[in-house]
């Protein structure tokens, strides 16, 4: 059975991360999704805010295990028994930061490898910073989150905006 893990901040979860999920279903037994806790940007959601939007949406879809973590993310896809990690890569921007992170992985753990995939055209332009701008200023981002992740944004940034 091959094994990835699929680590991320997911601040929410979009519909460019879930692509991203299904089509690393395509290569790999197993996935595990793992909501970073402790990430060095600052978060709209609490971690347990972003977990559990991330087992709503993709929670039961045979091959995905959603998880949290904590520390480093080499240790924690070895703790699962893993030692894949999969990345998205969207731009060149990503490929420099993306580019980084896994050579920094590679020196903590050399048995590991991280996969990329390439973003579908469609999601090409996501990303969750923008999606939250875009729910701040009234935009309308059903295109590109669930209803359900769409609906936890319009509570929480409605809120912070009285
Ligand atoms: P992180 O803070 O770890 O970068 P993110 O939740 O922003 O966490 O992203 C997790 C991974 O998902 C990254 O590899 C990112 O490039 C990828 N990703 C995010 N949005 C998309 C998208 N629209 N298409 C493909 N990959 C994406």
Redesign the pocket.
Request: proline fraction near 3%; avoid cysteine.
């Given at each position: 059975m091959s094994k990835a893990v699929?680590?991320?901040?997911?601040?929410p979860?979009?519909?460019?991360?879930i692509?991203?999920a299904e089509r690393g279903l395509k290569i790999f037994d197993e996935l595990t999704v793992a909501v970073?806790r402790n990430?060095?940007?600052t978060t709209l959601f609490s971690a347990d805010e972003r977990v559990e939007m991330v087992r709503e949406v993709l929670e039961g879809v045979p091959g995905v295990t959603v998880d949290s973590y904590t520390g480093m993310t080499v240790d924690y896809v070895r703790s699962v028994g893993a030692n894949v990690i999969?990345?998205?890569?969207?731009t060149i921007s990503?490929f420099e930061?993306?580019f980084q992170?896994a050579l920094t992985n590679r020196h903590f753990a050399d048995d590991m490898e991280t996969i990329?995939?390439?973003?579908?055209n469609e999601?090409?332009?996501?990303?969750?910073?923008f999606i939250k701008e875009a729910v701040a200023l009234g935009g309308d981002v059903s295109a590109f989150v669930p209803l359900l992740v769409e609906e936890h944004l319009k509570k929480k940034l409605t809120k912070r905006s009285r």
């Open positions: 699929y680590p991320g901040s997911f601040d979860i979009s519909y460019g991360h692509d991203l970073a990430v060095s940007k999969l990345r998205g890569i969207r990503d930061y993306e992170m990329f995939m390439m973003t579908s999601y090409s332009f996501l990303s969750s910073h």
